[in-house]
């Protein structure tokens, strides 16, 4: 069973070493090579990013087999967001090549997780999972939300609600669902919001406060939740960037990771 034996919630969060991001009191790191899984702060565990999407290749099988065996191996995450249309991300992906991929883990390094993120297909106002990717046909033990309320337009706490309600319609259970926060603002990314091209807005700390309240009426005990992201993207701020108030909004993270 997936994170059998669990006491805590694990904080991750994607772009950092784990030597930074330990000062927010993250732990649980992005990871790429079993050098970097190696070298990661004592107590700290590993997510290895893949971005395999394709079944069990060759190649997919050259990149999980170095980290079966490790103790610092938390698990794997296959991809971010597939798209089972191939319309907004190409190649489209199939629930049974992840399935596939999921499957072989399984029997191949039981005690690790798998995890993916999760392309809503809907929109701000209507989000929907509704025919792309579950744990029933999948095989796929978590899946990350990553609902991001502070726009330019908008802080709208209720599109947390409204994504989760889909998910799970969409056949996610709660306890299968990774919130995902938003800890990013600014740069080239785009959104919409309504009918209008918007930005997305760094989070105060007050407002994360609110965020992490609002994801606690549904995920109380996750079996972690990831900060999006420490690295910077696309010009962006994002939580390792030296700004005052990327700083301020680290401390925030820190007070909610080492509250339990």
């Known amino acids: 069973m997936f994170a059998e034996g669990r006491t805590k919630t694990l904080h991750y969060t994607s772009g950092g070493p784990g030597a930074a991001i330990a000062t927010a009191g993250f732990d649980l790191a992005d990871v790429q090579s079993v050098e970097q899984l190696n ?3 004592a107590g700290m565990k590993g997510l290895i990013w893949l971005n395999e999407s394709s079944g069990v290749t060759p190649r997919f099988i050259d990149r999980v087999k170095p980290f079966i065996g490790n103790p610092r191996l938390f698990g794997f995450r296959l991809c971010d967001e597939p798209d089972i249309t191939g319309k907004y991300h190409s190649p489209a ?5 992840l399935k596939a991929e999921a499957d072989w883990i399984r029997a191949n390094a039981p005690e690790a997780v798998t995890f993916i993120t ?7 106002e209507a989000p929907s999972f509704m025919n792309t990717f579950n ?5 796929i033990d978590l899946f990350g939300l990553d609902p991001y309320p502070v726009r330019g337009r908008a802080f709208d706490l209720d599109f947390i ?6 998910a799970v319609a969409a056949g996610i259970p709660l306890d299968r669902i990774v919130p995902v926060f938003q800890a990013f603002g600014g740069g080239s990314w785009k959104t919409r919001t309504g009918a209008a091209t918007d930005t997305y807005i760094l989070p105060t700390p007050d407002q994360a406060n609110q ?3 609002r994801w ?3 995920s109380p005990a996750p079996v972690f939740d990831f900060a999006y992201a420490w690295g910077s993207q696309n010009g962006d701020i994002k939580l390792g960037s ?5 700083i301020k909004l680290r401390l925030a993270f820190k007070a909610h990771n080492t509250e339990q």
């Open 211 to 213: 965020i992490f309240a």
């Open 161 to 166: 609600d409204r994504t989760v309600e889909a």
């Open 135 to 139: 744990p029933a046909n999948t095989g």
């Open 39 to 41: 070298a990661l702060p």
């Open 242 to 246: 030296t700004s005052p108030e990327a």
């Open 93 to 97: 992906v199939s629930p049974a090549a």
């Open 118 to 124: 999760l392309m809503d297909m809907g929109s701000f």
């Open 216 to 218: 606690a009426t549904y």
